[in-house]
């Protein structure tokens, strides 16, 4: 505590603290801690959105049966293995085109239990436009629900008409299609935040997809949903090892496992390279220090004159440097904050994320305590080894050296 207090006496006050060199020195380290704050945010911000929007659109759990046109009563054998199962729903799965007003798109179509699809995904939140009420009555064109981007591709919107064309097998020759068409009205609009679903899903009845593909009730497979979705990989790898090659299960990481990885992997190198900031800072740090042996000569000569020893001598200028970069990481963090609200508010206003390259056309940028935690004690711990070199250079000045001018 003596060092420390030493070493604040030594700045005597505000206006001393702040001369050029240690300002140079706390806006160093503001501009590599704030920069430091945006990017961490903008990653973990980026891995949460897309957590959200994948078991929103896919839920925690995809399973199918392998060589099996029916798979409605797949889940009874799983039953044992689906540790903390909250609900499921069946899905059917279909590859069509989208045509409108001289446009086609491909599209890929999912028909959904409607009494039980809300109890795993999360579309009805995800409503931009419309409702989940796709029931009509016999005769009437049928409704679906289109994604985001098609809506805005084609200039659909609720209560519009579209068309859409499937490939089927002929009757008598499975290699050889014959196309089908279908008429659909919009019935409403979802937002999912992917914009590869935004542009391609298609979602209507699951009875109204099996008779539009002519597969009669069977479907594709089941969507679980868990009580902890990170539970998920654990459940899916003990369907796919316990019950062989005739089952297939993918948990929602699975799914986007690409993402996933990529987005963690640039998370920790863009920290060790904005890093450099603060080492760059650090040298500025440690160039101030220095400056102040040399202008202390005279006071270190003191100080050991009355007793102080080389290591009191050596904590007096390690504490000023940690007071500097302190300071500066304060401001960094405070400044960084700010930068957040401001970043995520051009993501809103100017759409600056491509969504074709990120899959993801906003992000909520999220601050955790874990990497402000990390980013500081980084910081101190660059600032105390940028202090090694000068605090030992003041400590080796005799009394004598520091007194033979004065």
């Known amino acids: 505590m003596t060092a420390v207090w030493l070493a604040v006496r030594y700045f005597g006050n505000w206006r001393q603290f702040f001369n050029l060199s240690t300002g140079l020195s706390i ?71 989208v045509a409108h007003k ?60 579209f068309r ?3 490939p089927l097998s002929t009757e008598f020759h499975s290699a050889s299609f014959r196309p089908k068409l279908g008429k659909y009205r919009v019935g409403g609009i979802v937002n999912y935040g992917r914009y590869d679903f935004d542009s391609r899903y298609v979602v209507m009845p699951m009875a109204e997809l099996q008779a539009f593909v002519e597969i009669g009730e069977r479907i594709t497979g089941y969507r679980v949903r868990l009580q902890d979705p990170h539970k998920a990989a654990a459940v899916a790898a003990a369907i796919n090892s316990k019950q062989g090659p005739g089952y297939w299960a993918r948990d929602w990481v699975d799914v986007n496992r690409n993402l996933f990885e990529a987005a963690r992997l640039e998370k920790t190198v863009l920290f060790f390279v904005l890093m450099i900031l603060i080492v760059a800072a650090a040298f500025n740090i ?42 500066g990481a304060g401001l960094g963090i405070a400044v960084g904050l700010g930068l957040c609200n401001v970043v995520e508010w051009a993501i809103v206003r100017w759409h600056i994320i491509p969504a074709d390259v990120y899959k993801l056309d906003n992000i909520e940028l999220e601050v955790r305590g874990l990497d402000l935690a990390l980013i500081v004690a980084v910081s101190m711990v660059v600032c105390f080894v940028a202090t090694l070199v000068p605090s030992r250079r003041g400590a080796k000045i005799s009394p004598v050296e520091g007194l033979r001018y004065e």
């Open 286 to 327: 440690a160039n101030t220090l220095f400056i102040n042996v040399v202008q202390r000569y005279r006071d270190i000569s003191v100080l050991k004159t009355l007793g102080a020893t080389d290591t009191l001598i050596r904590r007096i200028f390690t504490a000023q440097g940690l007071i500097v970069g302190l300071v």
């Open 27 to 97: 806006l160093g380290m503001c501009i590599g801690v704030a920069s430091l704050v945006v990017s961490m945010a903008v990653f973990s911000g980026y891995a949460t959105t897309l957590e959200k929007t994948v078991q929103d659109a896919v839920g925690h759990l995809i399973i199918l049966k392998r060589g099996s046109a029916d798979q409605s009563e797949m889940l009874k054998d799983l039953q044992p293995l689906l540790t903390g199962k909250v609900a499921e729903t069946p899905f059917v799965y279909a590859e069509a085109i």
């Open 102 to 161: 001289g446009k086609i798109n491909g599209i890929l179509i999912e028909g959904v239990d409607l009494s039980s699809v809300n109890k795993v995904l999360n579309l009805q939140n995800r409503l931009i436009a419309g409702d989940m009420d796709l029931q009509v009555p016999a005769g009437e064109i049928p409704k679906a629900l289109i994604g985001k981007g098609i809506a805005e591709k084609f200039g659909l919107k609720v209560g519009d008409e």
């Open 164 to 166: 859409v064309v499937v």
